[in-house]
């Protein structure tokens, strides 16, 4: 039996990269999917594919939220799996040359969008026919642990998702809801977007090797991968696992490898 079978899940940026990989798998695992984006064209694309259902929404418009949910609780009756993706990198750059215009967009995506999307899923998943319940995944990075100094405000947003996740974890066990909330942090993952940044450098062969030497298993993860474990966190294999932080970077912040 399929895994998330009778399940409903919500996919945040889910109309390319790893989104988009995270809602095929959750439809093969029988999940029904509901997932946002800006992306119309890229979108129809993924929901012809999976049978999933888009809707246009920016997760750090707060007005927005309300008919989203309301839409999913009309159509689907509940929510299961929350998967908050969307992210950007916007015109980050280092502490000194940010612009705070630049920081507040990076902020209010990669944080807010984060914050709005648990907010409103457990207010859903409260009222799941059959009791309260669900699982709430971030999507981080491995940023989160080991901070880019020409990336202030990624690396600060990333890191500030490991202690969103275990504040939603601990809040949500202290009301006695069977709602988890976990934290993923992917290290360089092979999207399209990273595809091409490689094929337009001046040497694509050495930018893929240094890409590719940031893990010591000397590769980037695959899409699927990364996809793969929302799925796990997603099951009722995951029951127990709760304000936990999942590395998927190939060993990239396990440690040195010295000289």
Same mark, same amino acid.
């Given at each position: 039996?399929? @895994? %998330? *079978?009778?399940?409903? =899940?919500?996919?945040?940026?889910?109309?390319?990269?790893?989104? /988009? !990989? #995270?809602?095929? @798998? %959750? *439809?093969?695992?029988? =999940?029904?999917?509901?997932?946002?984006?800006?992306?119309?064209? /890229? !979108? #129809?694309t993924v929901a012809q594919a999976t049978g999933a259902h888009f809707h246009r929404h920016s997760v750090q418009d707060r007005a927005a939220w309300?008919?989203?949910?309301?839409?999913?609780?009309?159509?689907?009756?509940?929510?299961d799996i929350a998967f908050a993706n969307a992210g950007v990198e916007g015109a980050d750059t280092n502490i000194e040359a940010?612009?705070?215009?630049?920081?507040?967009?990076?902020?209010?995506?990669?944080?807010?969008?984060?914050?709005?999307?648990?907010?409103?899923?457990?207010?859903l998943m409260r009222r799941n026919?059959?009791?309260?319940?669900?699982?709430?995944?971030?999507?981080?990075?491995?940023?989160g642990i080991l901070a880019l100094g020409?990336?202030?405000?990624?690396?600060?947003?990333?890191?500030?998702?490991?202690?969103?996740?275990?504040?939603?974890?601990?809040?949500?066990?202290?009301?006695?809801?069977?709602i988890r909330c976990n934290s993923i942090h992917p290290g360089v993952v092979e999207t399209?977007?990273?595809?091409?940044?490689?094929a337009g450098s001046p040497d694509p062969a050495a930018a893929r090797r240094t890409l590719e030497g940031l893990s010591p298993l000397r590769r980037m993860a695959t899409m699927e991968e990364v996809a793969g474990l929302v799925v796990y966190l997603a099951s009722d294999e995951a029951a127990?696992?709760?304000?936990?932080?999942?590395?998927?970077?190939?060993?990239?912040?396990a440690g040195m490898n010295g000289v």
């Amino acid at each position: 039996m399929k @895994r %998330l *079978a009778g399940k409903v =899940a919500l996919v945040t940026g889910g109309s390319s990269g790893i989104g /988009a !990989a #995270a809602v095929r @798998r %959750l *439809a093969e695992e029988g =999940a029904e999917i509901v997932f946002t984006g800006r992306n119309e064209e /890229a !979108a #129809a694309t993924v929901a012809q594919a999976t049978g999933a259902h888009f809707h246009r929404h920016s997760v750090q418009d707060r007005a927005a939220w309300p008919e989203l949910m309301s839409m999913m609780e009309a159509r689907f009756g509940r929510l299961d799996i929350a998967f908050a993706n969307a992210g950007v990198e916007g015109a980050d750059t280092n502490i000194e040359a940010i612009t705070a215009e630049a920081w507040d967009q990076i902020v209010s995506v990669n944080l807010t969008g984060p914050m709005l999307t648990a907010q409103h899923a457990i207010s859903l998943m409260r009222r799941n026919p059959g009791g309260p319940g669900g699982s709430i995944i971030l999507n981080s990075s491995m940023n989160g642990i080991l901070a880019l100094g020409g990336n202030v405000g990624y690396s600060t947003t990333k890191g500030a998702l490991r202690l969103l996740a275990k504040s939603v974890a601990m809040h949500c066990a202290s009301q006695g809801l069977t709602i988890r909330c976990n934290s993923i942090h992917p290290g360089v993952v092979e999207t399209q977007m990273i595809t091409q940044a490689i094929a337009g450098s001046p040497d694509p062969a050495a930018a893929r090797r240094t890409l590719e030497g940031l893990s010591p298993l000397r590769r980037m993860a695959t899409m699927e991968e990364v996809a793969g474990l929302v799925v796990y966190l997603a099951s009722d294999e995951a029951a127990f696992i709760t304000g936990a932080e999942y590395l998927i970077d190939g060993g990239s912040t396990a440690g040195m490898n010295g000289v």
